[in-house]
């Protein structure tokens, strides 16, 4: 009950800061981010918010993104959008008069930040995570499973269990086809269950006895890939149908030749052209991991932070899953991991460079453990990013470790993560590997280890010139007139928290900067 009580009370904190029941246009969570539509931004109190204990910071993009963490947004969520729908149902009549102007005024202000990230190939990226993000709960919750059924098989425990247990890990699995292709409909402005129901051929047995291109297919072929570029024909197979089918027919004509004809394009085509994509990308990344697993961890470790603030680790979803999904684990995630961890180290070297500044510290210090479990987004946006060169160094880092890792891969120990989703300390429960649960968790754990080292480091010795340490190595104790005046040592109104990621400059906004972890 004090859980409940308590994640009311973060919602009903943040409701009136976002401007109330009214300015709320939709509600809608990930991993770890409450997305809000608002209709008038102007009525958003950033700088409070911030300092909410339950806010590790905000994020604006296509929403208006508040970072509460896993595990804690998933449960806010829903306590927000009954304080939103309580507060509609109490407005008073008249409140509804402006509406018309407000959303005018929170449409332009929208549509001004949408417009910096609105190319077509990012609007597509978009896409692509609303299909497979909404999937990452199911593929944590079953992977970890996985890994305590490993677990239990290798040391011969509870042998009447592990069936079960193997049933609930990969029942998911078996049609994640399925779910892939309800949201890929959804998302793409279709009826979600025919979506589902064409991408359902891919994982159908019955598919054992059909011959397409000189090959018998076989159940799965073409995996996630297959399923996506089923859901989008099917897709438009039904717009097309909506167009011409008379409206007194649309209820039987349209799913029925949206299922046919898709169905056979699947059957006859996309599900062999998958297959071979899918079996590319798992041997594209065995031999990349196998012949030049340094280097290659060295460059995907390095650069995986800025893909990040591009938001073009999104692409990279589709793959992770292929990769699951053929092998039972990504060995692209565990390398990519490294770059948290090079965030993390930079972030400790900031804290031991800028002793003076209390309220970076601060920050730093409340953003820390999340950074640990794989949650960035407080250290980047609250600390590396706004000093600018932490962040590059915090890069550096992340390829050490990323080298690391990928270094065991070249030498025959391969690492990976059985879902995506969480990374720092948070993986290691996902982790598995050819070489034993042991070998696996102490690669890992050792490039975790390299990439705090080497972030610490590059950024101690190379992340500050003297003009930023001039700039922000300043005390926050307030200045003598103030204290003579109070007779005491009342801190300055903002020493008491962090201000923003860049602690005294107050021209420094996260709120800013672009989204994507």
Not at 103 to 122: C, D, M, R, S, V
Not at 480 to 497: F, H, I, K, L, N
Request: aromatic content about 8%.
């Amino acid at each position: 009950m004090a859980t409940e009580d308590k994640n009311r009370a973060t919602a009903a904190a943040i409701l009136p800061l976002v401007g109330g029941a009214a300015n709320v246009a939709s509600i809608a969570h990930c991993m770890t981010r409450l997305r809000l539509g608002l209709h008038d931004r102007t009525l958003v109190d950033d700088e409070a918010l911030k300092a909410l204990p339950a806010v590790m910071g905000v994020v604006e993009d296509d929403t208006y993104q508040i970072v509460l963490g896993p595990g804690t947004v998933a449960r806010v969520t829903p306590e927000f959008e009954q304080l939103v729908e309580e507060g509609r149902e109490a407005a008073p009549p008249q409140a509804a008069v402006s509406s018309d102007d407000l959303a005018a005024q929170g449409a332009a202000i929208k549509a001004q930040q949408k417009a910096k990230n609105a190319t077509p190939f990012k609007l597509f990226l978009r896409k692509i995570a609303n299909i497979f993000v909404p999937l990452i709960p199911a593929l944590i919750g079953c992977g970890i499973i996985a890994g305590l059924n490993g677990l239990l098989v290798n040391l011969e425990w509870l042998p009447s269990v592990t069936p079960a247990l193997a049933a609930m890990a990969s029942g998911f699995m078996a049609l994640i086809a399925v779910f892939v292709g309800y949201n890929t409909a959804k998302e793409f402005g279709g009826t979600p269950i025919l979506g589902g129901a064409v991408a359902a051929i891919i994982v159908f047995p019955g598919v054992a006895n059909i011959d397409a291109f000189g090959q018998t297919l076989s159940p799965g072929q073409g995996g996630v890939l297959g399923a996506l570029g089923a859901a989008v024909l099917a897709v438009y197979v039904e717009k097309w149908c909506r167009r011409w089918v008379p409206e007194a027919l649309d209820v039987l004509v349209t799913p029925t030749l949206t299922v046919l004809i898709s169905g056979l394009v699947t059957i006859f085509g996309l599900m062999y052209v998958a297959g071979e994509i899918s079996s590319a990308i798992g041997t594209f990344a065995d031999w990349l991991l196998s012949n030049g697993g340094a280097g290659a961890g060295f460059v995907l470790g390095g650069l995986f932070l800025p893909l990040v603030m591009l938001g073009l680790h999104q692409a990279l979803i589709p793959i992770h899953t292929t990769l699951i999904e053929q092998q039972g684990y990504t060995v692209l995630l565990p390398i990519l991991a490294m770059a948290g961890a090079g965030q993390v180290g930079a972030a400790m070297a900031v804290y031991f460079r800028l002793p003076r500044n209390e309220s970076i510290r601060r920050t730093i210090k409340s953003a820390l453990p999340a950074g640990l479990l794989g949650v960035g987004e407080p250290l980047i946006y609250g600390v590396s990013l706004p000093l600018g060169r932490p962040f590059i160094t915090a890069c550096v880092g992340g390829a050490f470790g990323g080298g690391f890792v990928g270094l065991f891969n070249q030498l025959g120990d391969t690492v990976g993560s059985t879902a995506i989703g969480p990374s720092g300390w948070a993986l290691f429960p996902l982790l598995d590997g050819n070489h034993g649960l042991g070998s696996t968790i102490a690669i890992y754990a050792g490039g975790l280890l390299v990439g705090y080292v080497a972030g610490f480091l590059a950024t101690y010795f190379f992340g500050f010139s003297k003009d930023l340490l001039t700039e922000f190595n300043v005390s926050q104790e307030p200045a003598p007139s103030t204290v003579a005046a109070t007779g005491g040592t009342t801190p300055a109104p903002d020493a008491g928290r962090p201000n923003g990621p860049g602690g005294t400059d107050p021209g420094t906004d996260p709120a800013k900067a672009p989204a994507g972890v």
